[in-house]
């Protein structure tokens, strides 16, 4: 009951925040240049009858995603930093846990609020992006509900890795740290794809490593991949690799398995930090 109760207050909280803010109109501006983007793909190419139509497509569709993903990630890293570690200097954590409050059950009850706020973002911002892709070219991806649910787990992913970091640090750096972890990740993911596309087992090593640090880029490569016509895999397999925006391979049960028990241990971890914490 405490556990859900700090989770209502924590979406209360979210929203009022200025953050909330700032991803709506983000989210707005994304979505209203992409109708644009699409728009000018079909009266360029006429309709999705071909394949390099086909690949405009879902390169343009991911792009457009990774950017909702970025816009989620930087909402839950600043929301989740100020959580605890705000709460915590503010003198307002103190007040709260000199009641009979276990410090275990805010922290998951936060993490709740924080998880179920981020996880409705990507719904409704992914679901308008995908009306409007259906609307402008004619396209609907393969499995948009497990596109929507891995974004959703990446954003899961992350937060946690801010709450654990807004128990060692300021609230600014916590969100500026994990952010940028984001984007490391991200970014080693691309190295090794390009590793994978020359046959460098050394360079695609540093993706496959950076992906079990910190699942995110796995997430998100997961996530592309189901919203890319299957169809493209057999034409167009050779030139996956090379690009950030389309994923040739689904994800494996044993990486979701990875992925949800990474979350558990920073969860733990950050249940720990909490716990020895002055308040």
């Known amino acids: 009951m405490i556990i859900l109760t700090v989770a209502g207050l924590t979406l209360k909280e979210a929203g009022r925040r200025k953050v909330l803010r700032s991803l ?3 989210t707005v501006v994304l979505l209203g240049l992409s109708a644009w ?12 009858t071909s394949g390099e139509a086909k690949v405009a497509a879902s390169t343009v569709l991911n792009l457009v995603m990774f950017g909702l993903s970025l816009i989620a990630a ?6 989740a930093g100020p959580t605890l570690a705000g709460e915590s200097e503010s003198g307002v ?23 179920t706020f981020g996880g409705g973002f990507v719904a409704v911002a992914g679901f308008a992006q995908l009306v409007i892709v259906r609307v402008t070219i004619g396209y609907w991806p393969p499995r ?25 640090i300021s609230p600014m750096a916590s969100g500026i740290v994990a952010v940028g ?4 990740t991200w970014i080693a993911g691309v190295v090794g794809s390009v590793g994978d596309a020359l046959g460098n087992d050394s360079v695609a090593r540093v993706g496959t490593v950076s992906r079990m640090l910190l699942p995110t880029d796995g997430l998100w490569r997961g996530a592309m991949n189901a919203f890319q016509d299957p169809s493209l895999f057999p034409q167009f397999a050779d030139g996956f690799g ?10 494996t ?8 028990l990474w979350v558990a241990l920073v969860l733990g971890l950050a249940g720990l930090s909490f716990q020895r914490r002055d308040l």
């Open 24 to 26: 709506a109109g983000l």
């Open 37 to 48: 983007g699409f728009a000018r793909l079909d009266a360029e190419f006429g309709g999705l």
């Open 74 to 79: 930087l909402g839950t890293a600043f929301l």
């Open 93 to 115: 954590a103190l007040a709260m846990l000199a009641r009979p409050i276990r410090r275990s059950s805010v922290l998951i009850g936060k993490w709740l609020g924080l998880v």
């Open 144 to 168: 948009p509900v497990t596109g929507l649910a891995l974004l959703a787990a990446q954003a899961a992913a992350l937060l946690t890795l801010g709450l654990l970091l807004s128990t060692v």
């Open 181 to 184: 972890l984001f984007g490391a």
């Open 242 to 251: 090379e690009s950030p925006f389309l994923s040739e391979a689904s994800l």
């Open 253 to 260: 049960v044993t990486y979701l398995g990875w992925a949800a």
